[in-house]
């Protein structure tokens, strides 16, 4: 899709660590004929139904990062894991965060043995349905004077309130890894569905009373 | 004498007259080809206008854009006017998506029967018809729902009704709403395509319900005064305009029953 040199890069500064079976894949073209199972008089090229990932995306895990200001010295009513600069451009997904699990993939039950936190969701935008440069991101270079709206895809931001699960873990432990396993809901031929969550940025944020 | 204020009803509460004109009024506009008409104005959301407000566009300032929720709202706005265009008692329903058996399980079964009195129930879906996107996208919508359990809860509702901060709150909640189009798939499931599935309506619905009950709580909390003059285009509205469902003429409910004068004791 064009577009593609202003997004984040996949997973940001910390290492990024790919399950076995799902290795990094280039956007697929749309199809040359029309999608199977369309309906006569569909034409060629024409754009299928969005569908459930069928392949595993790529999981994001950070380094360990200090969680000190989590432990039960602290008073905190509520802490947050702050996601910035996340790309939206292409499927839709669930983001299930796993916190000191680096192990975490697409199978692990969301329990808080597991290191389960809670999860976001980007409601993509389903690829570039439009001609080359639709969907350039190009805000930095804007002018003085352009009051037009920002482009739709400006990148995107989540938190995820993470209290109980983080309050644990700092209980034992001074550093935690955070572990991002993305879930494709919604994909099509225009989407890249492995190389899902690229973000920029992320940050625990905690409130006191 | 004003009219009385527009009530939006819950889906699960429906009878089968205002069924009946609901699955009406999108039948009408679907045989529409101008801009009164379905594809005209499911397609301002996505492909092919793409006005709509998501993930608070705003590369420059911490100070997001939060125009999710009034950029729908000022949208709902419009279509259930459309509606009433055709069919003029009709509302919009919302979709309560935190309903669980015996009330509802998963897709409300309105929105998937293949057919209503021997007709093509016209909320199944729609067959967009936009050849001259790249690539074209000429296709009847179709759904790919989760397991029903994996829809959003009333502790999560809660959760997001609790935050009494704006930004916080509309964050919460634009991440529910996100869930339900990746819950639902398909068409539903992408910004590009989603506005032309049926159900995305009344899902919206719920949201504007939801941000109702919110201002119920807080009024309008802390939103920024930046945000009240923002223009919520193609509409003519901006955001103050859309603060007030009573100044736009509508209110929710659970249900409604109205109550006819004639055969009334003397």
């Known amino acids: 899709m064009a577009g593609r040199k202003k997004q984040p890069k996949s997973g940001g500064a910390p290492k990024t660590t790919p399950t076995a ?22 034409p060629a090229g024409a754009l299928g139904v969005p ?19 989590a432990g039960p010295d602290h008073r905190y009513v509520r802490s947050d894991l702050e996601i910035y600069g996340i790309y939206h451009g292409g499927p839709s997904y669930e983001g299930r965060i796993f916190l000191n699990n680096p192990k975490a993939d697409q199978t692990t039950a969301r329990t808080r043995e597991n290191g389960y936190a809670g999860s976001f969701y980007i409601f993509g935008h389903g690829g570039c349905l439009g001609d080359p440069g639709h969907c350039e ?6 002018e003085e004077y352009d009051f037009r709206p920002p482009h739709p895809l400006t990148p995107a931001k989540k938190k995820v309130t993470v209290t109980d699960t983080l309050r644990e873990i700092a209980r034992t432990n001074k ?27 992320m940050r625990f944020v905690s409130y006191n009373p | 004498m004003a009219n009385p204020l527009r009530i939006r009803l819950g889906v699960h509460n429906l009878d089968d007259a205002q069924i009946a004109s609901f699955r009406n009024s999108y039948q009408q506009m679907m045989g529409i080809g101008d801009n009164r008409g379905y594809q005209y104005l499911a397609g301002l959301h996505g492909v092919p206008s793409w006005y709509c407000w998501h993930h608070q566009q705003n590369a420059h300032s911490a100070q997001q854009l939060q125009l999710f929720l009034p950029w729908h709202r ?4 419009n279509w259930e006017m459309a509606m009433r265009d055709r069919v003029p008692d009709v509302t919009l329903p919302w979709w309560d998506w935190t309903l669980r058996p015996p009330r509802q399980n998963g897709i409300p079964q309105i929105f998937g029967v293949a057919e209503f009195n021997g007709q093509p129930n016209p909320l199944t879906g729609f067959r967009i018809n936009l050849p001259n996107t790249r690539p074209p996208l000429v296709h009847r919508t179709a759904r790919e729902p989760g397991p029903p359990g994996e ?19 509309t964050e919460a909640l634009e991440d529910i709403h996100d869930n339900v189009h990746g819950w639902v798939s398909g068409d ?20 504007d319900r939801l941000w109702w009950l919110w201002q119920a ?16 285009a193609p509409f003519n509205f901006r955001v103050r305009d859309v603060l007030s469902i009573n100044d736009l003429g509508y209110d929710y409910a659970a249900a409604q029953s109205v109550v006819p004068i004639a055969g009334g004791a003397s």
Not at chain 1, 23 to 40: D, I, K, L, R, V
Not at chain 2, 198 to 204: L, T, V
Request: proline share 10%; glycine share 6%.
């Open chain 1, 21 to 42: 079976s799902a290795q990094p894949a280039a956007p697929q073209p749309p199809s040359p004929t029309p999608p199977s199972g369309a309906e006569p008089g569909t």
């Open chain 2, 217 to 232: 709580r807080n009024g309008n909390g802390n939103i920024s005064t930046d945000l009240l003059d923002e223009v919520l």
């Open chain 1, 175 to 201: 550093t935690a890894t955070i572990t991002v396993v993305p879930i494709v809901t919604a994909t099509n031929e225009l989407c890249d569905d492995v190389d899902v969550f690229r973000f920029e940025k």
């Open chain 2, 188 to 207: 539903m499931g992408v910004v590009g395509t989603a506005g032309f599935d049926p159900i995305f309506w009344s899902h919206h619905a719920m949201i």
């Open chain 1, 51 to 69: 569908k459930r990932g069928t392949r595993a995306a790529k999981i994001y895990t950070s380094k360990p990062v200090p969680i000190d200001f």
């Open chain 2, 151 to 169: 829809l959003p809860t009333q502790s999560d509702v809660d959760d997001a009704l609790a935050r009494t901060d704006w930004n916080d709150f």
């Open chain 1, 137 to 142: 991101v190009n805000e930095e270079n804007r």
């Open chain 2, 74 to 77: 000022a949208y709902l706005y």
